[in-house]
């Protein structure tokens, strides 16, 4: 057999034992979308992450003062809550009886009060004719005296007594929303600020609270602008303002704490408690270099890549620096034109020098 026909027949076996006998298809360029980098005036800023919570003196965990048990809560979770209102009674039939035993203590002790100073009376004229020795009008004033305090002792008492049935009906210090309902009828209470039976709350005024690393922290002013998106509201952006900055920093941590307001304006009202990132303006407006959020990938450190639809039909990976988002685009600092276009679409998977194919 001639040579040619060898290696002909030798090719032709090849073929057919490549993935049984099928002939692998050449592999073409991979189809990618892209989006082109932009250039636009941006403002530096700064990301806090925290949670939504009322202000400081807007917010209370309404306890009872007395111990006992609860006979009702009158508020559910949600409800509008006006300043004085009742929200719960504790059963008061111990304090009313309490307050039997001081009426009837302040009886006696009036009853001994006016006996002494009709005693202390009659001696003091027998004194004045003589007949009673000055001893026994010292030891009168005495007893008069010690009843005198015991009088004002039980008056104490009785209004110490009534003041315990009064806090007995617990209300609300302030205007505001039902957050909790802490306690159920028939749970007990100590009369201190470990049991509280509803939380309270003026959600009029929302702030977002964070703790934020102190280089960040010093580059924070009160004034300045924020907005504001939630977990909760992912379609929605609140307009903020930082309200206090904290003069120091935990030791343990390094994180001090930051206050952004919610402005009144914005509706609805973001629920307390929850996640929230604010983006607040901390510096001079500057030319940026922005892609779109999803061009990038790999974000290790504070680096990450974005990967060029170059003209040449191959893919170009780029090392970036990301900072901010705005608006589902992210600014960058790195070796990207303004001219570039990258790729959105799929992002992973995509290796320096591949054959792409943009889509139209």
Sequence with gaps: MRRSHLLALFGLMAVA?????????????????CAAVESAMVTSSIEVRGTVAPLPDRDAQVAPQVVGRILRVDVREGDVVAAGQVVA??????????AHQAEAALARARAEHQNAKTTLARIQRVFEHGIA???????????????????????????????????????SPLKGVALKVLRKPGEL???????PVV?????????????????????????????????????????????????????????????IA?????????????????RVDSGEPHLATLVPKAAIRSVVGGEGEVVVCGPDHVAHVHKVAPGAARDGRVEVRGELGRSDQVIVDPVLGISDGEAIEAAK
Excluded: N
Excluded at 134 to 160: F, W
Excluded at 189 to 195: F, I, L, S
């Design 262 to 278: 919610i402005a009144a304006s914005e509706e609805p009202r973001p629920p307390v408690g929850t996640f929230g990132v604010a």
């Design 89 to 98: 009674r504790i059963d008061d039939a111990p304090l009313v009886d309490a």
């Design 199 to 259: 939380e309270i709350a003026d959600t009029s005024k929302l702030e977002l609270v964070a703790d934020v690393p102190a280089h960040d922290l010093v580059l924070l002013r009160p004034g300045a602008t924020a907005s504001l998106s939630l977990a909760a509201l992912p379609d929605r952006e609140f307009k903020a303002s930082v309200s206090r900055v904290a003069p120091s920093v935990d030791r343990t941590t390094g994180l001090g704490t930051v206050h």
């Design 17 to 33: 034992c490549k993935r049984g006998g099928e002939v692998e298809p050449a592999v073409g360029p991979k189809a990618v979308k």
């Design 189 to 195: 209470v100590d009369g201190t600020p470990a049991t």
């Design 133 to 171: 020795a000055r001893q026994e009008v010292d030891d009168a004033a005495a007893k008069e005296a010690s009843a005198k305090a015991a009088e004002a002792e039980a008056e104490a008492a009785m209004r110490q007594a009534q003041r315990q049935i009064d806090r007995a009906t617990v209300h």
